[in-house]
């Protein structure tokens, strides 16, 4: 028999500015709560209506010792760095660069995106690296939508973008450096979704749209909140409520827990402060490479 997991926090996002200043959701870290171990942050860029010449974004910034996935869901970014690479997120597409030993990364609007403005609405998850892939080369995974594998249940009203790990009988295309489920249901009105978690897995929930209900008791949580489920079984739940007037979008994310000491310095995160300071130095000294503009 499954055990369905309880809820052991809400945390609502707080609304802050990130980059050059456009609006992001965060509900860590923040005062309530640091990191979600293996996750260090999670970011909802707007959703935001730019006007034309408008669109922001992060200039040149560095990063070391862990992951970042951005999730495009409106809008168009470019992104390039110091290794070369460059390209472009659209509506649903999904980049998973590992940092690891240092890249200088840059993600602004598209040219053609902030000329004639629009919304932009999407999400970047920083994952934590283990110590002994802190320092590997840096790589990236780039999914274009049409290859984000989708689900969909047997009756129809739920379904699944499954971005990392395995739902409704699809699996991922992303390869990870340790086990990771990430997960964008979109449930119908009444639909139900119950999903298989490891018991050692850490596991939360993001509300993107209207209200879900989670866990053996349904409790009703609104969008723009952080759902931490407790560790206390194998099964998590979440659903529509028959009466809702639109669909109700939830991220699903879980990881095993690295269980190291985490030392975090703005976009540097490592084991120990001696190498946050190396990071600053090799970033000081350009070893992490510049974007050629």
Do not use: C
């Amino acid at each position: 028999m499954s055990a369905v997991r309880s809820i052991a926090h809400v945390f609502p996002a707080v609304r802050t500015t990130e980059g050059g200043g456009f609006i992001v959701h965060r509900p860590f870290p923040t005062r309530q709560l640091m990191d979600f171990d293996p996750f260090l942050l999670l970011d909802e860029m707007g959703p935001v209506d730019y006007a034309p010449g408008a669109a922001m974004g992060a200039p040149d910034h560095p990063h070391r010792g862990f992951e970042t996935v951005t999730y495009a869901l409106e809008g168009r970014f470019g992104h390039k760095d110091s290794a070369g690479h460059s390209g472009t997120l659209g509506p649903g597409d999904v980049q998973w660069m590992t940092a690891g030993a240092g890249v200088v990364h840059s993600e602004m609007p598209d040219p053609e995106f902030a000329r004639t403005g629009g919304r932009v609405h999407g999400l970047q998850l920083w994952v934590n690296l283990p110590a002994r892939d802190k320092m590997i080369a840096p790589r990236y995974q780039e999914i274009s939508h049409t290859r984000i594998p989708q689900g969909r249940s047997a009756d129809g009203k739920a379904t699944v973008k499954v971005i990392a790990g395995e739902s409704l009988g699809v699996k991922a295309a992303i390869e990870t450096r340790t086990p990771i489920l990430y997960l964008h249901f979109t449930l119908a009105p009444g639909a139900r979704v119950e999903q298989t978690v490891p018991a050692n897995w850490n596991v939360f929930a993001y509300g993107l749209a209207g209200t879900a209900q989670y866990g053996a008791n349904d409790e009703a949580i609104a969008a723009q909140q952080m759902v931490a489920f407790a560790g206390d079984g194998d099964t998590v739940t979440i659903s529509a409520p028959a009466d809702a007037t639109e669909p109700v979008e939830v991220l699903l994310i879980g990881g095993v827990p690295l269980n190291e000491p985490v030392v975090r310095y703005g976009p540097f995160v490592m084991n120990t402060e001696q190498e946050i300071r190396e990071a600053v130095l090799d970033y000081q000294a350009g070893r992490m490479g510049r974007i050629t503009h």
